[in-house]
């Protein structure tokens, strides 16, 4: 429990959000209590079933992106373990993964994690605009 709420407190920065109305408190403290969740369980599995394939928990175009970023490759047919993708993720977060760091930690699985969403994001967006520039071509 004290690990979901410094993740809710530090890494959400749930305090900085000032909230003065209870109608606006009550959905962003919602928000936040699922990503605190999220990344709580991120680091339980990790630790607990490190062979895991990553697609039990990140969604196909979250950790396709993510290994394309980290890897400048691309990504694998099968997922990679759970181990390795939040590894990966955690690197985007400022893990640097060295020998003897051991696991990741919430603020930086946090912070990886945001910005694994920002990739996800503009990969769809590329793979769209690819997509509409193929349907332009054949067509005109």
């Known amino acids: 429990m004290e690990v979901f709420f410094k993740i809710l407190k530090s890494g959400c920065k749930i305090e900085r959000l000032q909230l ?3 109608e606006h408190l009550k959905p962003a403290l919602a928000l936040y ?3 605190a969740w999220r990344v709580l369980l991120l680091t339980h599995l990790g630790r607990a079933c490190p062979e895991l394939p990553c697609d039990a ?3 196909e175009a ?3 992106a993510v290994y394309l970023v980290t890897q400048r490759q691309d990504p694998p047919a099968e997922p990679p373990s759970l181990d390795t993708m939040i590894r990966l993720v955690a690197t985007l977060g400022g893990f640097l993964n ?3 760091d051991g696991f990741p930690g919430p603020q930086t699985l946090w912070i ?3 910005r694994a969403a920002d990739f996800a994001l503009a990969l769809e967006a590329q793979r769209a605009l690819e997509s509409k520039r193929s349907v332009d071509s054949s067509s005109g």
């Open 98 to 100: 060295r020998k003897r």
């Open 62 to 64: 979250e950790w396709k």
């Open 33 to 35: 209590m699922i990503i």
């Open 57 to 59: 928990v990140f969604d």
């Open 112 to 114: 990886g994690l945001q």
């Open 20 to 22: 003065e109305q209870r």
